[in-house]
């Protein structure tokens, strides 16, 4: 069995818009990858580490534990091996507490894929590809996010450019989910349910390419 690791927010945790609930593993988009792996022959297994309000790399000042690189290496030494790691984040990075734009969110998605290769994994077991995947720019916030995140439409701008340069520059694969789905006019933040299909389904031909020949 290959064992793909997402690393990633709310985007991918699976929050409906409006609410607190989440959406069920077959909708959310590391669900819907699996399932659709699993369907094309592939012995694989999706691990979900997606922790609502995760940033890149600075803390949330209202609530511990958001600082996606605190603990990040530790993460991959329990899951491996591991056959792919794909790294959603950023969009956090644009609350409004924060000051940050589209090249600090990008520099600190570039922490990430470095910790992730200073892993202490056991001897013989294999360092992971990374596949960088730019989230879908924040569109106009509203209701409970229109406060958190107030200002973030402006700020998310030139993201998916950013860290495609970031993948190329370490050498990483790159998707850039904003080609395909967009944030939900709800909250303008989370994902409907079609946008995590859409995700999925969009993901599983360069997924299929960067796990190899099946065994």
Request: proline share 7%; charged share 20%; aromatic share 6%.
């Amino acid at each position: 069995m290959q064992q793909i690791l997402v690393y990633g927010d709310s985007l991918s945790w699976g929050i409906v818009p409006g609410s607190r609930g989440r959406h069920p593993f077959a909708v959310r988009w590391p669900g819907r990858l699996e399932l659709r792996l699993q369907e094309s022959g592939r012995d694989v297994r999706i691990i979900e580490d997606c922790l609502n309000g995760r940033r890149t790399v600075w803390d949330d000042p209202f609530k511990a534990g958001r600082n996606g690189l605190v603990g990040l290496a530790q993460r991959i030494e329990v899951n491996s091996p591991l056959a792919l790691v794909i790294l959603m984040l950023g969009n956090n990075d644009f609350q409004s507490m924060h000051p940050h734009k589209a090249w600090h969110a990008a520099q600190g998605v570039a922490a990430l894929v470095e910790e992730i290769r200073r892993a202490p994994i056991e001897p013989g077991m294999p360092a992971p590809p990374i596949l960088i995947v730019a989230p879908p720019p924040i569109g106009k916030p509203a209701g409970t996010m229109a406060d958190k995140f107030g200002g973030g439409e402006i700020k998310c701008v030139g993201l998916g450019q950013a860290l495609a340069q970031v993948a190329d520059n370490l050498d990483c694969d790159f998707f850039d989910a904003g080609s395909v789905i967009k944030s939900s006019a709800v909250d303008g933040v989370h994902l409907d349910a079609g946008e995590h299909t859409r995700l999925g389904d969009a993901l599983i031909g360069l997924v299929t390419r960067l796990l190899g020949p099946a065994d």
